[in-house]
Structure formats: structure tokens, C-alpha cells
């Protein structure tokens, strides 16, 4: 998991209502992202920053939205118009988002259960 | 369509045996190929990264292969423990385009039993 933490690790919340997933980081990385992870499927982009107060929209933007004032901090929304919202949540960060032989580090991932 | 596929699904191996995960892509222009280990309800570790000019690369018992002409990599687990209990994820990197281009596969779901 290295310095990235997410918070809560499990999450419960009712339909209709949003949620934000907190995702930080020590290790003074450029690049945060977030992916969600279904059963079955790979992990599927939701958003990505490449530096402080730029963001762009990953594979599957749709109900969702994000925030990155700090550089360390990348938090997550699920709004109530993310139509399938009970998944699993990895944010993960890169010392670039530009260099392609960076790794990507994850943190340990949020479970959100909407009901 | 850029895509990587895994095989098997599932595996189950008895501990101190060896095996060997499957991953073929279509990913192109390809720019590297990683490797990342998944255990229950964590996130992924890396266990190795590729370029087009390298073959082989090995971790400790983890050894990683790729044929970038046949767009096939291979990861082989040698004396297993429980430890490897896991998922395995086979990623790769689209060599152009801003930020991430990653392409995940599904995973090969590895068990390891006494």
C-alpha cells in the first residue's frame, strides 16, 4: 500500500445519497487516479490528475466527480447519478503521469455497498 | 479494440509446486507490460514491468516473460507458497497518449492449498 491511504475501508450508504472517498498520499506524486473494480471485469479508469487543479475525465467519468486542490489529496464522489455504484475503489499514484516507465502505486481500496 | 486477456481464470496448485499465468494482448502501440499481485480486498502490488526490448524479468520466485512480436507475456511462480494466494493482473501500457493509458486484464485467480 506504500503512502497512499484511502478512507473508509468499508462504506455503506443509501440510494440517492452522494459519498466522497478520500484518497492521500506522502509520496510527493504528481499523478493521482482513480479506478473502480467489479467482479469479472479489469479496472476501469474513473478519473486522473496529472498535477494540482487539473483533472480529466478516465473510461467511465459518469456520476462521478473529483476535486484536486492539494497535491497530495484526490478525493472521490460517487453522486447519485452513478446508475451502478457498489464496487470497489482504488486510488493510485504515479511520480508522473506523463513518463511511462513510472509505476503506479495503489492504496488498499474502499468497498462502497449502496442499498 | 485494445484488450488483454488472462489465462486461466482460476488455478489451484498444491504449495511447493511451480506454475506458470497467461496474458495475450492487443494493446498497440504497446509501450510496457507490468505485472501486479492482488490479494483479497487490497489493492495491487507491482511484481514487474517490461518494455518491447526486454524478455524476460524476475522478482525473487516470480520470473516474467514477454514476446512483444506475439503480443504474449507469461508469468511463472516458482515453489509456490500460500502466500501466492492471490489475484494476478496483467497490465499494459499504451506507448502514446497523455496520462494513463493503462489496459487491465481480469486476472487469473491463484490459489495455493497444503
Given at each position: 500500500?506504500?503512502?497512499?491511504?484511502?478512507?473508509?475501508?468499508?462504506?455503506?450508504?443509501?440510494?440517492?445519497?452522494?459519498?466522497?472517498?478520500?484518497?492521500?498520499?506522502?509520496?510527493?506524486?504528481?499523478?493521482?487516479?482513480?479506478?473502480?473494480?467489479?467482479?469479472?471485469?479489469?479496472?476501469?479508469?474513473?478519473?486522473?490528475?496529472?498535477?494540482?487543479?487539473?483533472?480529466?475525465?478516465?473510461?467511465?467519468?459518469?456520476?462521478?466527480?473529483?476535486?484536486?486542490?492539494?497535491?497530495?489529496?484526490?478525493?472521490?464522489?460517487?453522486?447519485?447519478?452513478?446508475?451502478?455504484?457498489?464496487?470497489?475503489?482504488?486510488?493510485?499514484?504515479?511520480?508522473?503521469?506523463?513518463?511511462?516507465?513510472?509505476?503506479?502505486?495503489?492504496?488498499?481500496?474502499?468497498?462502497?455497498?449502496?442499498? | 479494440?485494445?484488450?488483454?486477456?488472462?489465462?486461466?481464470?482460476?488455478l489451484?496448485i498444491?504449495?511447493?509446486k511451480n506454475c506458470t499465468l497467461q496474458c495475450?494482448?492487443?494493446?498497440?502501440?504497446?509501450?510496457?507490460l507490468r505485472w501486479y499481485k492482488q490479494d483479497?480486498?487490497?489493492?495491487p502490488v507491482s511484481l514487474t514491468i517490461m518494455?518491447?526490448?526486454e524478455?524476460t524479468k524476475s522478482n525473487g520466485r516470480y520470473t516474467a516473460t514477454l514476446?512483444?512480436?506475439?503480443?504474449?507475456s507469461s508469468l511463472h511462480i516458482t515453489a509456490s507458497q500460500?502466500s501466492d494466494s492471490a489475484s494476478y493482473i496483467c497490465v499494459?501500457?499504451?506507448?502514446?497518449?497523455?496520462?494513463?493509458?493503462?489496459?487491465?486484464?481480469?486476472?487469473t485467480?491463484l490459489?495455493v492449498?497444503?
Open positions: 500500500d506504500g503512502g497512499i491511504t484511502q478512507s473508509p475501508k468499508y462504506l455503506f450508504r443509501k440510494e440517492g445519497q452522494n459519498v466522497t472517498l478520500s484518497c492521500e498520499q506522502n509520496l510527493n506524486h504528481d499523478a493521482m487516479y482513480w479506478y473502480r473494480q467489479d467482479p469479472g471485469q479489469g479496472l476501469r479508469l474513473i478519473y486522473y490528475s496529472q498535477i494540482v487543479n487539473d483533472f480529466q475525465k478516465g473510461d467511465i467519468a459518469e456520476g462521478y466527480s473529483v476535486s484536486r486542490e492539494k497535491k497530495e489529496s484526490f478525493p472521490l464522489t460517487v453522486t447519485s447519478a452513478q446508475k451502478n455504484p457498489t464496487a470497489f475503489y482504488l486510488c493510485a499514484s504515479s511520480p508522473s503521469g506523463a513518463d511511462l516507465t513510472y509505476e503506479q502505486y495503489f492504496g488498499p481500496g474502499t468497498r462502497l455497498t449502496v442499498t | 479494440k485494445n484488450q488483454v486477456e488472462q489465462s486461466p481464470q482460476s489451484i498444491l504449495e511447493g495475450n494482448y492487443t494493446v498497440s502501440p504497446f509501450s510496457n483479497t480486498g487490497r489493492g518494455t518491447f526490448s524478455n514476446d512483444a512480436d506475439t503480443k504474449q500460500l499494459v501500457r499504451l506507448l502514446t497518449g497523455g496520462g494513463n493509458k493503462l489496459t487491465f486484464g481480469t486476472g485467480q490459489k492449498e497444503l
